[in-house]
C-alpha cells in the first residue's frame, strides 16, 4: 500500500524517514541544504494568508490533502505533450525519464548543483521543495553557444503525487535558449508539483522561458522561478496559465549586471472555482537595468486571479526603466481579481510605471461582432483572444508566439 | 421587404420612438432624413437587435420573419446589414480572421459551404481592390488606427462581402470627403438590384446626391411626418427641418 503525506507535519515526517535515502545525502552541502529547508518549512509550514507574501491565495486545500510518495514507482502509462524535434527531458512525477529523453544532465545525479543558493531557501515552497527534492533538469550552456529550443516537459501517472523537482539552468556569456516547459497532469489527480527553478545567466546571454501550463483542473502547481541576471543578460518569460485548481507562479528575478534586462509575461484563463497567483519579485540591483511586465488575466465562474508585484529600485540602480502592466476581464459577477503593485525605488534617477485595469467585456465590441453574423459564443472568443494577445505579442521571438498560441488554441478548441 | 409598423421604443426609460411605421420594398433603396435627436440612430440599432433599446409597442418584420425576436447574429444571417456611425476599433482581433469568421458564419445560416483561408483570400482581395484599400489592412486589427475614411470603406468591405438583402447606413456620410462619400455610394449603388434594398439614414442631402432614393422620408421626435420623392430631400436642403416640421404638423 501507498503511504500518503498530509500536511506540513506529514512532510515533515517523510523527510525525517527519507533523509538518508535522497540525492546527495553524502554531501554535506546538499545535507545541510535540506536540513535548512526542514527548519524553514518546520517553522512556517504551508504559508497561510496571514503572511504577507500569501494574503490573497489560501493553501489550506493542499495543505488538508493526502499526497502519494513518488518514491514508490509505477510504471504507469503517461500521457505526454507531442514531439516537437527539440532536445528534450522528461519528467514523471518529477523524475527524469532517460528512456523518454534525449538530454542526460539531471540534478538527481549531480545534486550538488540545487546548492547555489540562487532561491531564497527561506521561502516556504522553496524549503519543502530543498527537504523532499529527488531530480530536476541540469542544463549547463557553455558560453557563446546557442542552445536552439528545449523541451522541459512534466506528466504524472495516476498517483496523486506531491514531486518538488529542483530546475538547474545555467547560461554562460552569450549563450541563448529557448526553453518551452510544458506541465501536464495524470486528469482526474489531485497532484501537487512544486518546482524550483534556479537559473543564472552570464554576461549577455538570453534565455527566452516559456510555461505552458496545462496541468488536470484538480492539480496545484506552485511554482518559484528564481534567476539571476549578469551585465547585458536578457530573461524573457511568459506563462500561459490554463490548468490546475491553484496555480502559484512566484519570480524573483536580480538585476545584478549593467544593462540586464526582465520581461515578465503572462496570461491566463480561468474558469470554476480556481484561483492563478503571480507574484513577480524584480530586484535592480545595478545601473542600466530594465524590466518590463504584461499579465492578462479572464475571469468566469467563481474564480480568482491574483497578481502581486514587486519592483525594488536600490540606490546604486540609476537610470533604471521598469514597466508593469496588469489586466484583467472579468467574465462573471462572482470572479474576483486581486491586484497588488508595489514599488520600492531607493535611486532617483530611474522610470517606473505601474497600471491595473479590471473590466468586462465591451459591448459595443461584442454587438458589432455578432452584427457580421458572428455568434455570440464566436464572438467572446474572438474578443478573449484578442485580449490575451497583447501579452503574447510582447515576446519577440515568433517560435516562441507560435508555441503559446498553438496551445492557447487547443485549449480553446476542447472548452 | 422590411415592414415596421407603430414601433415604440425606451432608451434608458425616455421614450424616443413614438409609433414609427414604415415599408421599404424589396428592391428600393429609401432615405430617412432628419434633424439631431429625432431618433434615427435608434431606429438602426433597434433594427440590427443592440441591448439598450426596450420596444414597447409595435413590429418589424423583414421578409415576414419578427425581426425584434430575433438575436443579432440571426438578423445578420437573415440579410440584415448596418453600416456603423461610428465603427470600434478590435485591436489585437486581425482584419482578416474577422472578415473571415463573419462571412462563413453568414453562410453557415445560409446552409452554404464554408471558405477555406485560400478562397476567402482571393475573394476578399477582389472586393478590397474595388474599393480602392491596400491588402495590408488584412492585417491589422478591425479599424485599429484606421482613419474615418479607412473605417468606412472597411464597413463597405464588410457589406460586399457579406451581400446582405437590406442594408440600413447609419450617417455613414458623417465626417466624410467626398471620394470616400462617392466610394459608399457607389458601393450600395453597385448592389442595386431587385433582391437588394437599403435604408440610408442621414442628416444632409448631399449622400442623396450620389444615391439617388425611391422614397424619402422625414423623421421628427420619434415618427415618420412626411414622404416623398427624391424631390423631397432637395427641398429640406433649400427650407431646413423647421419648415418641414412645421408643414407636416
Not at chain 1, 556569456?173 to 510544458?182: H, K, P, W
Not at chain 1, 489531485?190 to 527553478?197: A, E, I, K, R, S
Not at chain 1, 520581461?263 to 542600466?288: F, I, K, M, W
Not at chain 2, 457589406?159 to 462617392?182: H, R, W
Amino acid at each position: 500500500m501507498t503511504a500518503m503525506t498530509t500536511g506540513a507535519a506529514g512532510f515533515a515526517a517523510r523527510y525525517a524517514g527519507l533523509r538518508d535515502q535522497l540525492p546527495g545525502a553524502r554531501i554535506a552541502a546538499v545535507a545541510a541544504l535540506r536540513a535548512a529547508g526542514a527548519t524553514h518549512f518546520g517553522a512556517t509550514g504551508f504559508p497561510t494568508r496571514r503572511a504577507e507574501a500569501w494574503k490573497y491565495t489560501d493553501l489550506a486545500s493542499i495543505a488538508q490533502s493526502a499526497f502519494a510518495e513518488p518514491l514508490i514507482a509505477i510504471d504507469a502509462a503517461v500521457v505526454l505533450p507531442p514531439e516537437t524535434g527539440a532536445t528534450r527531458a522528461v519528467f514523471v512525477d518529477g523524475r527524469l525519464r532517460p528512456d523518454l529523453s534525449s538530454h542526460a544532465g539531471s540534478v538527481g545525479a549531480d545534486p550538488a548543483a540545487a546548492t547555489s543558493g540562487i532561491a531564497d531557501p527561506a521561502l516556504p515552497m522553496v524549503a519543502l521543495n530543498a527537504m523532499l527534492f529527488e531530480d530536476g533538469v541540469l542544463l549547463d550552456l557553455p558560453a557563446g553557444t546557442d542552445g536552439g529550443t528545449f523541451d522541459l516537459v512534466s506528466a504524472t501517472d495516476a498517483q496523486a503525487v506531491a514531486f518538488h523537482p529542483r530546475h538547474v539552468i545555467r547560461l554562460g556569456a552569450g549563450a541563448t535558449l529557448l526553453l518551452i516547459e510544458r506541465n501536464t497532469s495524470a486528469p482526474g489527480v489531485g497532484v501537487l508539483h512544486n518546482p524550483v527553478f534556479e537559473i543564472d545567466l552570464g554576461a549577455g546571454a538570453r534565455l527566452t522561458h516559456l510555461r505552458l501550463n496545462t496541468e488536470a483542473p484538480e492539480a496545484f502547481h506552485l511554482a518559484t522561478i528564481a534567476v539571476r541576471c549578469a551585465a547585458g543578460a536578457t530573461y524573457d518569460s511568459f506563462a500561459l496559465n490554463l490548468g490546475a485548481k491553484i496555480t502559484r507562479n512566484e519570480m524573483h528575478v536580480a538585476l545584478n549586471g549593467i544593462g540586464a534586462a526582465a520581461h515578465l509575461n503572462g496570461a491566463q484563463l480561468l474558469d470554476g472555482a480556481r484561483v492563478c497567483d503571480t507574484s513577480t519579485y524584480l530586484d535592480h540591483a545595478a545601473p542600466g537595468c530594465a524590466s518590463r511586465q504584461t499579465y492578462k488575466t479572464v475571469l468566469a465562474g467563481r474564480s480568482r486571479g491574483v497578481f502581486q508585484g514587486k519592483i525594488l529600485v536600490r540606490q546604486i540602480a540609476q537610470k533604471t526603466d521598469g514597466y508593469q502592466m496588469n489586466q484583467s476581464l472579468l467574465l462573471s459577477e462572482e470572479a474576483e481579481m486581486d491586484c497588488k503593485p508595489q514599488l520600492e525605488i531607493y535611486a532617483d534617477d530611474v522610470k517606473c510605471s505601474h497600471g491595473a485595469t479590471i473590466g468586462a467585456l465591451d459591448e459595443e465590441a461584442l454587438f458589432f461582432l455578432r452584427s457580421r453574423g458572428i455568434p455570440k459564443d464566436e464572438a467572446r472568443i474572438l474578443l478573449v483572444e484578442a485580449f490575451v494577445q497583447d501579452a503574447i505579442a510582447q515576446m519577440p521571438e515568433e517560435p516562441a508566439r507560435d508555441a503559446v498560441r498553438a496551445v492557447l488554441a487547443r485549449s480553446w478548441k476542447a472548452a | 421587404m422590411l415592414r415596421i409598423e407603430n414601433l415604440h421604443v425606451d432608451v434608458e426609460g425616455k421614450r424616443i420612438l413614438h409609433g414609427l411605421s414604415m415599408t421599404v420594398p424589396s428592391g428600393e433603396v429609401h432615405a430617412i432624413m432628419g434633424p439631431n435627436g429625432s431618433g434615427k440612430s435608434t431606429l438602426s440599432y433597434v433594427l440590427a437587435g443592440r441591448g439598450g433599446y426596450d420596444v414597447i409597442e409595435g413590429t418589424a418584420t423583414f421578409d415576414g420573419q419578427d425581426l425584434l425576436a430575433m438575436e443579432p447574429e440571426e438578423r445578420a444571417a437573415a440579410g440584415v446589414f448596418l453600416a456603423f456611425q461610428s465603427p470600434v476599433e478590435l485591436p489585437g482581433v486581425g482584419n482578416a480572421t474577422f472578415l473571415r469568421t463573419a462571412l462563413n458564419a453568414i453562410r453557415r445560416g445560409r446552409g452554404e459551404s464554408e471558405y477555406d483561408a485560400m478562397q476567402f483570400l482571393k475573394i476578399v482581395r477582389g472586393k478590397m481592390a474595388a474599393l480602392g484599400m491596400k491588402d495590408e489592412m488584412l492585417k491589422r486589427g478591425v479599424n485599429e488606427g484606421f482613419s474615418g475614411g479607412e473605417k468606412k470603406r472597411n464597413e463597405m468591405l464588410q457589406m460586399a462581402l457579406l451581400a446582405p438583402k437590406i442594408a440600413i447606413l447609419d450617417e455613414t456620410d458623417s465626417g466624410l470627403d467626398i471620394d470616400a462619400l462617392k466610394l459608399v455610394a457607389d458601393t450600395v449603388t453597385a448592389m442595386r438590384g431587385p433582391a437588394f434594398s437599403a435604408l440610408v439614414i442621414t442628416h444632409y442631402q448631399r449622400l442623396l446626391d450620389h444615391i439617388v432614393p425611391d422614397r424619402v422620408h422625414v423623421l421628427s421626435a420619434g415618427r415618420i411626418i412626411t414622404s416623398g420623392g427624391p424631390d423631397l430631400a432637395l427641398k429640406l436642403e433649400a427650407e431646413g427641418y423647421a419648415g418641414v416640421v412645421k408643414a407636416a404638423a
